[in-house]
């Protein structure tokens, strides 16, 4: 304010509006959750239609002759927890053994490391609760040398991977392990060998990036495909749009994940999502397939991945996949949602719960019982807990085991230039 005649006080009048007797005056359109904390929760705006409806359609059909799909929900685990439709039957007892352990660990890792942010034994985490099929499942449809360019909540990446967890507790703990040096975010892992490209906290930049990697895979007349993610949110990003352009002017070989799992933070999705009805529907007006799936059902998102992957793998194109699912946890551990929608909102998701459900399917397979389950549950907190306290024996925020502050300097250039060598002997490390 260089004005010297405006105080704080001073009241800058408002341009008059100018009415007109034609039209009626116009106002500013801003979607609302339907409802908010003390209201009952209201999913009667999410059509899901029964289990087995949706069509199987070729790998090679057009994105306009499938276009009912971007507005529906492919799903396969009925009430009754039986496999059926079109898009059942293609996991063994084992496979889904394994698919319900890999969401189990993940669901017991992320309650010990939301515990351990509590204790301060680190500074920050976000968990996947409700969340669990999603990435898991998909992890299941990728072959070795795929490139996954996830967000912050896909661990079951990993996890399905076969990473370490030590060596995901040691990132969260900044210690001594840290794959990373003490250099990132807690849950912002990377690791190339496991197809999980780095985490960046810039929302949506990996989406072009995955488009660009798959372009390149391409080019160099590789196999390999690549798999992008993206939130709800994040797709209000220019960097989603610039990856659905690219994707389909060159037909790169990915998938395009969006995980709607209802909320970025405290805003509810009907926000990122404005009139495109869904977010799979934003695929069609760049003519890339664009399907939506039952995101608490382990055997539908596995189905609907193999199905993308393998039109990326015959050089088919892009897929978009639209995963319907709920963020039953909060944001971060920064955030508290009880300010901004029903505290029983979780448990009204139609969806219901993906660990729950694939377990209901393998006891109605014949394949598991309560008692297993059970059982399971305590050998996987076991083996979390062994996994969390090796990496704690190499430090957490409350001992003084960090990387070295060399690495600080360290990465920034391939070869380290003579300004950070300095800045480097000045800090005396
Ligand atoms: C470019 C950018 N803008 C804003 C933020 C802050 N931010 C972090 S997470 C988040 C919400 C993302 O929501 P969504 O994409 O739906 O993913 P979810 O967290 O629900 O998995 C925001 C706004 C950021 N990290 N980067």
New binding site residues.
Partial sequence: MSDPNLTRDTVIPQREAVQSAEYAPLKLHVPEPAVRPGGTPDFSNIRIPRAGQVDRPAIDVDAEAIRDLAFSVIRVLNRDGEAVGPWAGALSDTELLEGLRHMMILRAFDARMQTAQRQGKTSFY?QHMG?EAVSCAFRKALRPGDMNFP???QAGLLIAGGYSLVEMACQIYSNTHDPLKGRQLPVMYSSREHGFFSIS?????QYIQAVGWAMASAIKNDTKIAVGW??????A?SDFHAALVFASTYRAPVVLNI???????S?F?GI?RGGSGTFAARGLGFGIPALRVDGNDYLAVHAVAKWACERARRNLGPTLIEHVTY?VGA??TSDDPAGYRPKTESEAWPLGDPVIRLKNHLIVRGAWSEERHKQTEAEILDTVIAAQKEAEGYGTLHSEQRPSARDMFEGVFAEMPPHLRRQRQEAGV
Avoid at 201 to 205: S, Y
Avoid at 230 to 235: C, K, P
């Fill in positions: 976000m969340e967000t912050y909540r906290g810039n929302l949506a930049t993206i939130g709800d949110g994040a797709t990003e995980v709607n799992n209802q909320w970025a933070i805003t999705q990122a963020r944001h971060s």
